[in-house]
């Protein structure tokens, strides 16, 4: 409103002033003024023309009402603008003589059809008018022009007079001049009321061009020539009015439609990125089937799904046919078949999709028709995939779940019901019906408490239906166990069961809504109880009247029963002797071995032993006696139980005993001196190999082969830790020992957390390594391998040495500990010397030395090598942002991304800086890239300070990019420049 506010109130403030003009005449004769007139009325036709131009091209607009109304006016105006223009005195004959008064004819013709034009647009509002209606509009507008034209030039005298030569303007003229004014003026009121209403800037530049025409008429009226200023302001104040009927019109059909369609069209755009953003963010792929010429569009995520690129699949729907698996796909299409027929409102299917990989993946298929053609077929479909793999795998393994249990229940032994919470039966598996003896029709929603079953305690008393166990877990919510019961089936046979319930429990209730009931027929092992019970008694009398002492233990050793022939020998009571251990009446000398028989004969390795040792009676004297013990098992071949007979030997072996000292004396001093000059030999030899050990594996193997041999009555193992984290690893093992973990931390040995050799002299003590077996309380021994103060590893075991063999353990120890220290010192060097020391890759020399070496083997074995030089982006600022400790914390997660993801056969390389070199053998160009991708993809995944970084690569083939180290890195490393320049964070393959 404002703009033509300001036109409207300057050209008025103008008129104002041009009405107090003095009469001043610019040409001598009209004549003179005829070029300005005809320029000035060349201007008006022109703009008419461009509004009936303008009008004629949006005719067809959804809102074309205004322009078509005044562009019909103007095509009117201007032909007949054109007719006034050449009828002026002084132009060339129009058909008929120029004058004055067919000049001003054809002026008051035109704007009279230009004010009727103004007073339409402000009293009806026309929104649209059809196009064909619209082209009639225009007809008629050239059809009026014409008439016009007729009269005013072969009809003229019909019209009253508006000039006579010699008198000037008729009263005719000047009165419809003013009326032309009061037209004007009133349809400028009613377009800016209409555009008050309605907010339309475009309907204030018409009520502007409106007023102006009024004040345009009035300079007519009152101008004393025709060359005079007045006149002059009234052909220019009616060109400005032009002017601003096709500024309005051209802003409401083509500068508005033009603003709105960029509008629009970057509201689509915007809508189209979130669909963009919100499908790939997803986790389903889409895809928009075009039925009509059989092309389909495939999401990103669609095609990552299934392991590919987005170039590697097309847009034909073979691509999506191909992949589904051959049993799957008629099913599927009867799918969307019956989706087209309109059976189902959406289709769905799930079937397997084969991947990149060559893998079958799960997928669930989902989609609708969103459009038909003009004979109702589908014209397009668009749906989703969702890969449901985990599902489905899941619920298959449910389904086996389920079966393997519904087997196991059926087939138990053991009888199973499950009663409601009103105690009724709701299933029961055969073992059940067999035990009761019923079918399951009769069992189900009967309890198990029912009358109809006869239920007695042990002693025979009746069982209360109240007390049953489900009852009671039914209404006390905790479980019964072993819970005796006698059950007389319906045919009268009494059955002995032994019942454990439990309830089951709703997430967060405290009443059962059931319970499951299990039983065990244990009518027979009753009968059996009874059958040993009298056995026991027959036993009894033949234990209290033998001559030996017998005893019978558990499998602990605890005396559970001692005969009256056992006290006499020992001097003990009974009672006292049944609350002792058999290794409390044996000899400590002795309890070793006897603690060795008793494990045997328990794990089942002896059925029985005979042995002499030594005892203790009551008042501590020692004497020698046999023992004969065997174990007693049950049914099932387990060890229950120990019998033990003893006979006091002691005279008889006090005069052997003197015999064989003096033999075994003589035999173990030449039998020591024997095995010193063995095991002296065998320590030099395990120097020997140790010194030509190129690695620790190999040293480990030396080691183990040795000390077989030299320790062979003494087992033991050697853990070192390798890593070097304090974590110590058994690497040898002699003797057969397994008394020591595989792995396990230098804090639960006390030899390596004080430094010095411990040994623990007794058995059955706690130990306190807790790196020895929980159940190994044997003596035992850990000497630690101490280098610099720091523990390189510990000698473990399992037995502790006689005092005469400690140096040759020392020297093992010692050997062992300078061959794993040089070692380890030759590896840390070499390592140093190959190995850059902050990612812990291989440095630029290795790579010289390596690179060249692969590239040979590839070309002799006409094998593929893939060279690839890696980039760390924007490093530096990097760098200048979180400082260098930021920086080298990122070199080192760059390395251990190297190390993790490249294969075994691969190795990477730091080159230099943030640069790297990655050598993959043995891989064609598509793998390395898929390769070099994932790299990617996971270094982009590191975060140092809250902050991440991307890398880009070049990658080169040799023999392909060149035969040597120098040509290869070359070609990689171009490729690198070629990455960055095109945008960083990607992969860029050398040139052929």
């Given amino acids: 409103m404002r703009w033509p506010a300001v036109w409207a109130v300057g050209l008025t403030l103008l008129f104002a002033f041009g009405s107090w003009l003095p009469a001043i005449q610019f040409f001598s004769r009209p004549s003179d003024y005829l070029p300005l007139h005809m320029m000035m ?200 009015a032009y002017l601003m009927v096709y500024r309005a019109l051209f802003v409401t059909g083509v500068r508005g439609p033009q603003r709105a369609l960029v509008a629009e069209r970057a509201r689509v755009t915007e809508l189209e990125q979130r669909w963009k953003f919100a499908i790939e963010g997803s986790a389903q792929g889409v895809w928009d089937w075009n039925a009509a010429t059989n092309t389909v569009y495939f999401s990103p995520r669609w095609k990552t799904m299934l392991g590919y690129d987005e170039a590697e699949i097309g847009n034909s729907i073979s691509e999506w046919e191909s992949r589904v698996h051959p049993d799957d796909l008629p099913a599927t299409h009867v799918d969307l078949q019956r989706h087209f027929n309109g059976e189902t409102s959406f289709y769905e299917s799930r079937y397997r999709m084969c991947t990149k990989s060559g893998a079958w993946r799960w997928i669930l298929d989902r989609g609708m028709v969103v459009a038909h053609d003009a004979e109702g077929r589908p014209a397009r479909v668009v749906g989703t995939h969702t890969d449901v793999t985990d599902l489905v795998e899941a619920q298959q393994a449910l389904q086996e779940s389920e079966a393997r249990y519904r087997s196991m229940i059926t087939s138990m032994a053991e009888g199973m019901v499950v009663q409601d919470a009103e105690g009724r039966i709701v299933a029961g598996n055969p073992a059940a019906e067999a035990i009761l003896g019923v079918s399951a029709n009769d069992m189900m929603q009967r309890k198990l408490s029912d009358q109809a079953w006869i239920a007695m305690r042990e002693d025979g008393s009746l069982f209360p239906a109240d007390e049953h166990p489900a009852m009671l877990v039914l209404a006390t919510g905790q479980a019964r166990h072993g819970v005796v019961m006698g059950i007389v089936q319906p045919r009268g046979t009494l059955v002995w069961i ?29 009968q059996h109880d009874e059958a040993m019970h009298q056995s026991e008694a027959r036993f009894r009398a033949i234990f209290d009247a033998a001559p030996a002492g017998v005893l019978m233990a558990s499998t602990s050793g605890q005396i559970v029963q001692v005969n009256p022939a056992m006290t006499r020998m020992f001097g003990y009571a009974s009672g006292e002797m049944v609350r002792m251990n058999t290794l409390d009446i044996t000899d400590p000398v002795d309890r070793k071995v006897t603690r060795d028989y008793l494990a045997e004969l328990v794990a089942g390795q002896r059925r029985s032993v005979q042995i002499e040792k030594r005892y203790l009676r009551r008042d501590g004297s020692a004497f020698w006696g046999t023992l004969l013990m065997t174990t007693l098992t049950n049914e099932t071949g387990d060890v229950i139980a120990l019998l033990a007979i003893i006979e006091d030997i002691d005279e008889r072996h006090r005069a052997r005993t003197a015999i064989e000292e003096a033999n075994s004396k003589l035999e173990a001093s030449l039998a020591e001196l024997a095995r010193h000059d063995h095991e002296i030999g065998l320590v030099n030899q395990l120097y020997q190999a140790l010194q030509t050990c190129e690695s620790e594996q190999q040293a480990y193997g030396a080691i183990s082969s040795v000390l077989d041999n030299l320790f062979a009555s003494t087992p033991g193992s050697l853990a070192v830790d390798i890593q070097r984290t304090g974590v110590f690893e058994v690497v040898s093992r002699w003797g057969g020992s397994e008394t020591v973990k595989q792995r396990f931390p230098a804090e639960e040995c006390s030899a390596l957390r004080e430094g010095r050799e411990l040994c623990q002299r007794e058995s059955g003590q706690t130990n306190p390594c807790t790196h020895f077996r929980s159940d190994y309380t044997d003596a035992c021994c850990c000497l630690p391998l101490m280098a610099d103060g720091r523990a390189l590893g510990v000698m473990c075991l399992d037995k502790v040495l006689p005092q005469n063999r400690d140096r040759i353990v020392d ?47 590839a070309i002799r074995g006409s094998d593929t090598l893939a060279v690839a030089m890696v980039d760390a982006d924007h490093f530096k600022n990097f760098n200048d942002t979180y400082g260098h400790d930021a920086g080298d914390k990122l070199l080192v997660e760059l390395g251990r991304v190297f190390r993790e993801r490249l294969r075994k056969s691969d190795f990477a390389a730091r080159y230099g800086g943030e640069e790297f070199v990655l050598v993959l053998p043995d891989t064609q ?68």
């Fill in 811 to 857: 020297m093992v120890a010692e050997a062992i500990k300078l061959t794993l220290a040089n070692l380890r010192l030759r590896d840390m060097l070499e390592h140093e010397a190959s190995h850059d020391p902050l990612t812990g890759l291989f440095n630029r020399r290795s790579l010289a030395q390596m690179l060249p070496r692969e590239m040979a083997r």
């Fill in 925 to 992: 160009l598509d793998g390395a890239v898929e390769l070099l991708q994932d790299v990617a993809a996971e270094v982009a995944r590191i975060r140092v300070n809250g902050a991440g970084i991307t890398v880009s690569m070049g990658v080169a083939m040799a023999p392909d990019q060149g035969d040597t180290m120098e040509e290869v890195l070359r070609a990689a490393d171009e490729a690198v420049y070629r990455a960055k320049a095109n945008g960083r964070n990607r992969i860029e393959v050398a040139a052929r």
């Fill in 41 to 240: 009325e060349s201007v008006s036709v022109a703009v008419s023309a461009m509004v009936f131009g303008l009008a004629w091209n949006l005719r067809n607009d959804e809102r074309n009402g205004l322009t078509v109304v005044l562009g019909a006016a103007f095509l009117a105006i201007g032909l007949i603008d054109f007719a006034h223009t050449l009828s002026y005195q002084g132009m060339p004959d129009f058909v008929t003589p120029a004058s004055p008064e067919k000049a001003i004819n054809f002026w008051l013709a035109a704007r009279f059809v230009g004010v009727l034009a103004f007073l339409a647009v402000g009293l009806f509002a026309i929104e649209r008018i059809p196009g064909r209606l619209a082209g009639v509009g225009f007809a008629l507008a050239a059809a009026l022009a014409v008439a016009v034209w007729r009269i005013g030039l072969f009809h003229a005298d019909l019209l009253p007079r508006t000039f006579i030569a010699g008198q000037g303007l008729t009263g005719f003229k000047i009165g419809a001049e003013y009326l032309l004014v009061a037209l004007h003026i009133a349809a400028a009121l009613l377009i800016a009321r209409r555009a008050l209403a309605v907010r339309n800037n475009d309907l204030w530049w018409l009520a502007a061009a409106s007023w102006v025409l009024a004040l345009a008429e009035l300079f007519f009226t009152f101008y004393a020539s025709v060359t005079d200023i007045v006149n002059l302001l009234g052909h220019v104040y009616k060109t400005v």
């Fill in 498 to 526: 032994q019942i454990n319930a439990e309830p089951l429990l709703h997430a967060g209730a405290t009443r059962p809504h059931a319970v499951v009931t299990t039983f065990t027929d244990i009518t027979q092992r009753r």
